[in-house]
């Protein structure tokens, strides 16, 4: 007799429970670890043949090069992450016409999607008692809903948000089929994005007759704490809530440093799970980032000590290194613990307003 696989939903559960009892661990990224491996351009192709140069397309090496993206993934499997993104940052119709291959959208995603379950069905084998998880990647397109790229023609928008959903429906079709358990909208700098990204996995759902659970990061794009749409933090959550988000949180932009304070605003803002992912501190003259695994680790362990943190992991710059240092600074920490919002009329502008 073959046991039921688990649903979306029950798998989101799973996560929850597992979540009151320790903080989760979410791995680092993949562009920085695959420059390591300083492929050159017929490195990107693999033995493929395209029409433009491809160096540089991190994406496609889930089909050209899926030995490294393995790879990368069981590295940070091995450092202990509990949820594995896929690597489909830039794997959309938008991003990829910069490398002629626009049309590949959804061959990319799903080879990601069975790529990084793979692994992390391999790894629950081995230790059943700390299952994995796969959230399906979407960045956040190199067009912005709400800002001109016209300084000449404040209306002007070089893509609609009926076509931005549509280019999200194709990478979001294409990770549920290759097996994902949620739906990761990171990097958020444009809150209109993310609200296509949302009704695209809501329609993906509705068509498949299952909710889809998600998970929603946003990013700052300065010191102020807002991001290029001109919203706080508190402002940005109160945009995505009703969506009812797995986890909400922030990623990229600054190191755990910079990110302090906008983690404690959050905090008992939130009614869902937080999860943080920040940089390596922040890149040196040369782009690079130097901030140690082991500071990274302290900095995460404060802001878990605070009781700030159901979920962490690393953004750029960090390392399979970085994530061991991490999971082992969480370690037996206690995890946040966050309760039903009371009723209120909560409305967002760039900033944030409830009425109770």
């Avoid at 009151?20 to 990107?44: H, N």
């Avoid at 693999?46 to 590295?75: M, W, Y």
């Avoid at 097996?179 to 996995?201: C, P």
């Avoid at 890149?283 to 690079?288: I, K």
């Amino acid at each position: 007799m073959t046991s039921r696989i688990a649903s979306r939903m029950e798998r989101a559960e799973q996560l929850r429970a597992i979540a009151q009892e320790r903080i989760l661990v979410k791995d680092g990224p993949y562009g920085s670890m695959i420059q390591t491996y300083k492929l050159d351009e017929a490195g990107y192709r693999g033995g493929r043949s395209f029409d433009h140069d491809q160096k540089g397309n991190n994406d496609l090496l889930n089909l050209t090069r899926p030995d490294v993206v393995s790879e990368i993934c069981n590295a940070y499997i091995d450092a202990g992450a509990d949820i594995l993104a896929t690597n489909t940052f830039n794997a959309n119709a938008i991003s990829l016409s910069d490398y002629g291959i626009a049309g590949m959208a959804r061959e990319i995603n799903l080879a990601a999607a069975k790529l990084t379950r793979a692994c992390a069905d391999a790894a629950t084998a081995r230790n059943p008692d700390k299952p994995r998880f796969v959230a399906g990647a979407l960045g956040p397109t190199n067009k912005t809903l709400s800002v001109s790229p016209n300084v000449n023609d404040p209306g002007y928008r070089a893509v609609t948000f009926d076509e931005m959903k549509g280019i999200y429906r194709e990478q979001v079709d294409g990770l549920l089929d290759g097996g994902v358990d949620f739906i990761l909208i990171e990097t958020v700098f444009d809150t209109l994005n993310a609200k296509a990204a949302i009704v695209a996995v809501d329609e993906a759902g509705e068509a498949r007759d299952e909710e889809i659970p998600v998970m929603v990061s946003m990013t700052l794009t300065d010191l102020a704490g807002r991001n290029l749409s001109g919203q706080t933090v508190e402002a940005f959550w109160h945009s995505v809530r009703h969506a009812r988000p797995l986890t909400m949180g922030l990623n990229c932009s600054f190191g755990a440093t910079e990110l302090h304070p906008y983690v404690n605003s959050l905090n008992p803002q939130v009614d869902s799970l937080l999860c943080v992912y920040p940089n390596a501190g922040l890149p040196n003259e040369l782009g690079a980032y130097d901030e140690p695994p082991e500071m990274t680790g302290k900095l995460v362990r404060g802001w878990a000590e605070n009781g700030w943190l159901n979920m962490v992991g690393g953004c750029c710059g960090t390392t399979p290194a970085h994530i061991k240092a991490i999971a082992e600074a969480v370690k037996g920490v206690k995890p946040r613990t966050w309760h039903a919002l009371p009723p209120a009329l909560r409305l967002s502008g760039m900033e944030a307003a409830s009425f109770f």
